[in-house]
């Protein structure tokens, strides 16, 4: 029996199926509900261990359809909502804003607005939770400290600028309405399910087929990477001893330079492919650099730590090996994801989109 509904939106994205998978697994007095649009970058492969269990209901649907919204509040009386539904990618966002700009800002307040109305002032017992990312804060100096809870939005790119905007919403939620709302600010996710047009998983990928490594710049770019399952674990002890009205950063201090990340990507493919050490270092690309990219990325996260004592488990070492296993072990995700034959696997589960 279910005593408690949690919409989770973005579900059949990389993070998101992390988390719906975790909340599925353990709580299974819980019903989850998974809303997402199925855009490019959703994939209910993602979710196949998952997709019979009692507890979990897939809808597909778009977060700035309102209307919609307002009849799943109301069918499944919707207690607590975790938000990753966005268009998520920084060079997609360099070439179509205004996706981002809907998808990212006027979903996520069609989303607050739902849930204010269907919620109507009875706020005990309800969540509003947004996932965000460190890029609001801006970019760092080398060596220039880190992004803490404190630090001012200092949005660059058209995607950065909508999260930013969306958390802005989400607090205006908080502060006009008294909604009870968290938002959490993370680095740089890595691990199993990301869409490889995102850099390790497209890495990987071009590795395995001994295709070109398009790196930025000169590759001296630096982001602090965390391990999915790891953020994944840090949303389920905010969403349910997390201060309402606040905000966490969530990174594992883990800064690498890009050009020094590639060479342990690359590495760790050769050995496990049984190539010689050093094969496909002459895949290596030197490219144009992104327009306006960020060069530094660090995420401060002892606030996390000392009020609700996460720490990430895994060491980067550890998280690399398994990642890139997982994605050698897993080709035929891969090729899925790459030929677009993941699409056609909703319409084998759920008909015609
Ligand atoms: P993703 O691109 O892998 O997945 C996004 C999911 O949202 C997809 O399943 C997509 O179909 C769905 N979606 C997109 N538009 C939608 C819409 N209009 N309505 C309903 N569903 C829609 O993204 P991700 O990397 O899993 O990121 C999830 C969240 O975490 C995002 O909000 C992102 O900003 C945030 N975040 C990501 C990272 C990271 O490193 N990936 C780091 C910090 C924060
Ligand atoms: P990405 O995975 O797109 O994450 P974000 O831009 O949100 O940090 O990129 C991570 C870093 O890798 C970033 O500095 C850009 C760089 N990069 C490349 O050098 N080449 C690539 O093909 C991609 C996708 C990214």
Redesign the pocket.
Known sequence: MATKSILI??????????VVRLFVKKYPEYRIIN?????????LE?LRDIEQAANYVFVR?????YEMLKKLFAEYAIEGVI???????VDRSIKDPF?FA???VL?TLSLLQAAKEAWDGQWDGRLFY??????VYGALELGGGFFTEETRYAPHSP?SAS?AS?DHFVRAFHDTYGMPTLV???????GP???PE?LIPLFINNIRHRKPLPVYGKGENIRDW?Y?ED?ARAIDLIFHRGKVGETYN?GGFNEWRNIDLIRVIIRTVDRLLGNPEGYSLDLITFVTDRAGHDLRYAIDSSKLKNELGWEPSLQFEEGIEHTVRWYLDNQLWLDNVTSGAYEEYYQKMYGNK
């Open positions: 939106t973005g579900g059949a994205g990389f993070i998101g199926s992390h809303l997402d649009k199925l855009t490019y970058a959703g994939n993602n649907g778009d977060i700035c359809d938000h990753l539904a966005a268009e998520s990618h996706t809907r998808t990212n979903g947004h996932i965000s990312t460190d890029e995607y999260k969306s959490t600010n993370c680095s740089n996710n890595y399910y990301q869409f995102k965390l999915v953020h969530i």
